[in-house]
């Protein structure tokens, strides 16, 4: 039986006129080998790139990571602690009477606060006590005792001056703890017929607190130190006091105090 070449050759003639397929086959093979090769080398390329680009974008994305500046938090304000009871120590506090505003610095540890309030803080030094006061009400100058009440004058400096019981130096315009203040100098000349028993001996009450009741009084013997702020019912009024021959290391001490004192309206 013939071969399927045999048929073919036939078939074509002499010469043979179809293609030689052996020869077709073999310039063929090499082709289809170079374009596998070149496939495959494109695909690795592809792959190459890939891998590379990912690497890239990871890399650049922990840069950037790393790059990035947390900021610091802001550092938060530590506000002034609050004039409260016991001893200072040094360092700013913050507190207020009436409608006033205080910052007190202290570079020691020489003061105490023994009472505060809304119209009143007292301070104490050794044994003397330096208070910050809104008075509610002051005490008929005529009276005998500390029963009586009137309204607060306006100028409690110059009531201070008129008054029958007391002498007093000339007031002063000066400055303390910021503010414009007047300063006058009070003793007692002639005390109370009827002192209560809050006085420790013969005294006059000039007023009380506002909203504590608690008396303001100086003692005979003693010289008082007023310094009165602004008019009205809205005056501060500084005062402290000791006995004569010991009243200037009191004032000292009050005016080193004062130094880092800040009156400021509320």
């Known amino acids: 039986m013939r071969d399927l070449r045999s048929l073919l050759d036939e078939a074509a003639g002499s010469p043979p006129d179809l293609p030689d397929l052996d020869g077709i086959r073999r310039r063929a093979h090499p082709r ?22 990912v690497s890239t974008l990871a890399g650049g994305a922990g840069k950037d990571k790393g790059d990035v500046v947390t900021p610091a938090p802001t550092p938060s304000v530590t506000e002034a602690p609050s004039i409260r009871q016991g001893q200072l120590e040094p360092g700013t506090y913050r507190g207020g009477v009436g409608d006033r505003r205080l910052r007190l610095e202290v570079d020691n540890d020489d003061w105490s606060v023994v009472a505060v309030h809304p119209t009143w803080v007292a301070l104490t030094f050794r044994q003397y006590l330096v208070h910050l006061q809104v008075w509610g ?10 029963g009586g009440h009137q309204d607060v004058p306006d100028d409690v400096a110059a009531w201070l001056v008129g008054h ?11 400055v303390a703890g910021g ?13 109370l017929e009827n002192p209560p028993a809050e006085c420790t001996g013969p005294c006059v009450v000039l007023g009380r607190v506002a909203g504590e009741g608690e008396l303001v009084d100086i003692t005979l013997g003693e010289r008082a130190r ?18 004569e021959h010991e009243f200037t290391v009191l004032d000292r001490a009050v005016q080193d105090l ?8 509320g």
């Open 258 to 265: 004062l130094t880092g004192l800040h009156i400021a309206p």
């Open 137 to 146: 009400s002051v005490v008929p100058p005529r009276s005998t005792d500390a």
């Open 179 to 191: 503010s414009a203040a007047t300063q006058l100098d009070v003793r007692v000349v002639r005390p």
């Open 226 to 243: 007023f310094l009165v702020f602004g008019q009205g019912r809205r005056q501060l009024i500084v005062n402290y006091r000791a006995p």
């Open 32 to 53: 289809i080998i170079r374009r596998r090769a070149a496939s495959i080398v494109c695909l690795a390329a592809v792959l190459i790139a890939c891998w590379i680009g």
């Open 164 to 174: 029958p019981r007391l002498s007093t130096s000339a007031p002063a315009a000066v």
